[in-house]
């Protein structure tokens, strides 16, 4: 559950608009490494600008607008560094240019990605426990102190954390290729989110090919 939203507006021009209106929100289980609205390094929590769905439902048709995404630090996102949360990696490389195809596409696909989530350090398996350059994502299951090991931990803690976020991009090894996939709460939007982003192409759940999107949970 969402807490304490803000809302604020962002002036793109001399005049504020209320067609960029944008709710505010807490970061509340450390799931997200940076926020589009705000990109930088993350040693604490973030505050994630989320953009109005009355906007997109007006100015749109894209198939993919109004939908709220959450992406895994290790695709390429244009504007942002990308981390594979280690520190010395986040120093090492500069702001990307521009995105990683399959992440272009979303955007091309009207998706609104919201920020870039956490992961285990170069996306190899950690427990909370182990993890020692940024701290894990808190699990949103039972008590709140389950594990949240896994590569992707931080699209699986966000997905299952805030209900303002409607689809966020994990990562797994399938045939030995680490391939991206869908995390939602709604199998029919994860359905349809999955047949936008990779078209007629998308006849099987297990890929052939890097970069075909699998729906995982």
């Keep these: 559950m969402a807490l304490n939203p803000e809302t604020r507006s962002r002036q793109s021009t001399a005049s504020w608009s209320l067609c960029d209106l944008e709710w505010l929100y807490a970061d509340t289980h450390a799931a997200f490494f940076t ?9 604490g929590h973030v505050d994630v600008a989320v953009p109005s769905r009355l906007r997109h439902h007006i100015s749109s048709k894209l198939p993919l607008t109004s939908i709220r995404v959450g992406v895994k630090d290790k ?22 240019s521009q995105s990683a195809p399959c992440i272009q596409r979303l955007l091309d696909l009207g998706a609104s990605i919201v920020g870039k989530t956490k ?27 389950q ?10 803690a966000a997905i299952s954390a805030y209900d303002w976020l409607d689809i966020t991009i994990g990562s797994d090894r399938i045939r030995y290729l680490d391939t ?38």
């Design 35 to 43: 926020a589009t609205s705000a990109p930088g390094d993350n040693y």
């Design 119 to 145: 992961l285990c350090a170069f996306a190899q398996w950690e427990e909370p426990t182990e993890a020692i350059e940024y701290t894990s994502p808190w699990s949103a299951r039972a008590d709140g102190f």
């Design 75 to 96: 695709f390429d996102l244009a504007g942002t560094k990308t981390s594979l949360c280690s520190r010395f990696y986040l120093q090492t490389y500069p702001e990307k």
């Design 180 to 217: 991206p996939g869908i995390m939602g709460r709604d199998l029919q939007q994860c359905r349809h989110f999955a047949a936008s982003w990779y078209g007629d192409r998308l006849e099987s759940a297990v890929p052939d090919v890097l970069d075909q999107p699998v729906c995982v949970g």
């Design 147 to 156: 594990s949240s090991g896994g590569s992707s931990n931080g699209s699986g």
